[in-house]
């Protein structure tokens, strides 16, 4: 099959714009479908990269998808699976013929058959464990035995390494003489005699040294090694942190047992950042291909909260029923002091629970972010205090309805930018998910404290 890289401007398979799927092809490839043409059907999808085809399938129907894939199956390729979202993998590894899969996941390095099981239930691993080699097979069970989420099950094993006494010249004729060589590598790893890796040696400076150099004399500066026992969030942040390509994995006594590449590590970044985006929003792991009972079922708790939380700022609200009854401006105001302290306070959330994720907020400078997104809220409600209290004055005529609705513009916005550092940091130290449930409450404080402050200096300054 060929890849992106192959394909010709004359053969456009994403608009140019934005690189989203040409609408004009994926209709093409559907009425191929349809027609059952599956010579038609080869030739649209040949210039298609792997990660367009599992783009296709995840935005076409369940129905579209298994007559596609049932139709095109002999031209199955292992890297598609590995490149679709979780959500609808099970599926269409269900409609694949055991020859197809065997075929397709054969040509798949460990770490994506690693990554391609372990969320599949246990029937379909077998099924996957079953047509892999001997070698392979043991290779992946073995890193099926670490735990879920760490470096042990993020690394390929098949590694490219050297004795440390060698040079460049017998570096390079192992390389020409090995026969199973990764598809993709960057660096060669040094090893001591007991298998425990002492440096890095890049591609670049192998090719571009001598034969007679050691390979001691090229290895890298930065070179960290990760236990296979490590969080692979851990291991995301160090190759983000440290611009590492790639970095060997070691086992419990210290000797090599694999090597992440770069790739891989971004992957778990980029998972880690959709889901705390996910999270903030209260709709937890969804895709756009989940159903729709599925989709309602993940959202119906936190909006349950949310109700609560909602029956909470009423409750504040009725402690002031005979103010607002005599003053229905303050019914008509309420809302924009509420909806001003809501976003503030998101403003300060995403920020601190981004600088969590990224550990940019520390122990050293916590005190100090606090006091900034403080300070930034009080400046802010002074600044539309005077906005509000203008459009009091002109809206109802009444100055001292100006000044109580800029008094609570500055105390809510105030105590939004507090509510939007501090409530992160306390459930990141809980050792709660900053971004599950930092939002809900976050928005029943500037709430409670918008309400509370408003309606209660009206009921002192108007009656």
């Given amino acids: 099959m060929t890849t992106g890289n192959d394909r010709t401007e004359a053969e456009p398979t994403r608009e140019d714009s934005d690189y989203t799927l040409d609408r004009r092809a994926v209709a093409a490839i559907l009425d191929a479908v349809e027609a059952g043409d599956q010579a038609l059907l080869t030739e649209l999808m040949e210039p298609l990269h792997q990660a367009d085809i599992a783009d296709l399938l995840e935005q076409i129907g369940p129905y579209d998808r298994e007559r596609l894939i049932r139709l095109y199956a002999h031209e199955f390729d292992g890297e598609i699976l590995s490149e679709l ?49 001997d070698a392979d097979r043991v290779a992946v069970e073995q890193a099926m035995a670490y735990p879920e989420g760490s470096a042990g099950r993020l690394m390929q094993r098949e590694v490219v390494m050297a004795p440390e006494h060698w040079n460049v010249g017998q570096a390079i004729d192992h390389l020409r003489a090995s026969e199973d060589l990764p ?57 983000n942190q440290y611009h590492l390509i790639s970095a060997p994995v070691v086992d ?41 009972a599925e989709t309602a079922k993940r959202r119906l708790p936190w909006l349950g909260v949310n109700l609560l939380t909602a029956i909470l700022a009423s409750l504040v ?20 002091v509420a909806s001003m302290g809501g976003n503030a306070g998101t403003q300060s959330l995403t920020v601190a629970v981004r600088a969590l994720a990224t550990r940019d907020l520390t122990g050293s400078n916590v005190w100090r972010v606090i006091r900034r997104e403080l300070i930034v809220g009080l400046l802010n409600g002074l600044v539309f205090a005077v906005v509000m209290g203008v459009v009091g004055l002109v809206w109802f005529g009444s100055p001292v309805l100006g000044y109580v609705i800029a008094a609570a513009m500055v105390i809510n916005l105030a105590m939004a930018g507090l509510a939007g550092t501090v409530i992160p940091i306390a459930m990141d130290k809980m050792g709660v998910d900053p971004a599950l449930a930092s939002g809900t409450f976050v928005t029943t404080v500037t709430d409670v404290v918008g309400f509370f402050a408003f309606l209660g200096l009206a009921a002192v300054v108007l009656l």
Wanted: proline letters at 4%; aromatic letters at 4%; a negative charge.
């Fill in 85 to 133: 979202d979780e959500s609808i993998r099970e599926e269409v590894i269900s409609y694949l013929a055991p020859n197809v899969l065997a075929e397709a996941v054969r040509e798949l390095e460990s770490d994506d058959v690693v990554d391609l099981i372990e969320d599949l239930e246990e029937p379909q691993q077998e099924a996957i464990l079953g047509v892999l080699e």
């Fill in 183 to 239: 598809d993709q590598f960057y660096h060669v790893v040094l090893v001591d005699p007991r298998l425990h890796p002492i440096g890095n040696v890049t591609l670049g400076k192998l090719m571009g040294a001598r034969r007679e150099v050691p390979l001691r004399d090229l290895t890298e500066e930065m070179f960290r090694v990760i236990p296979a026992t490590q969080d692979e969030e851990d291991v995301a942040y160090a190759f």
């Fill in 252 to 292: 419990d006594e210290g000797r090599l047992a694999g090597v992440i590449t770069i790739d891989d590590a971004m992957a778990v970044l980029d998972e880690e950042h959709e889901e705390d985006i996910l999270r903030l929003a209260g709709v937890g792991e969804s895709s756009l291909s989940d159903s729709v």
């Fill in 317 to 336: 609200i009725a402690q002031f029923e005979a103010t607002i009854a005599q003053f229905v401006a303050l019914a008509v105001l309420m809302p924009i």
